[in-house]
């Protein structure tokens, strides 16, 4: 599911982790659990897409719900516990990656600039 592919673009961790957690008939609740356990995408530091649009940083892990940690908004500095009742319709989109932005450069004029 994460592995790049020539039938289409990847899912992320965080896509992957989802779709296990929201079909245990398909995938043994054990299995994901230690799956969850063994990997670590969401620890503090990383920085991640609000489903509200927002880009927010991981403060502290959510051992019991690892898709609900405490985050730091970028919008507004504000910390959001993910786990809270008045955070229920916030959850984390994607993990943000800087790679995904970057500019292609054409190879053809560097050759011409001399680099």
Known sequence: MTAMSLL???ESEVKAIREF???PQLYDPE???ALIQSI???FPGV???LNTG????????NQSDILKPVVLSFRDNSILDLSLRENQGIFIEDVM???DNRYIMDT???KNVGV
């Open 31 to 33: 299995v994901v659990k």
């Open 47 to 49: 920085s991640v897409e």
């Open 21 to 23: 957690l929201e079909h």
């Open 40 to 42: 670590n995408i969401l």
């Open 54 to 61: 927002e880009k927010a940083l991981v403060l502290t892990e």
């Open 108 to 110: 053809n004029t560097l």
């Open 8 to 10: 289409g673009e990847s």
């Open 97 to 99: 990656k800087t790679m």
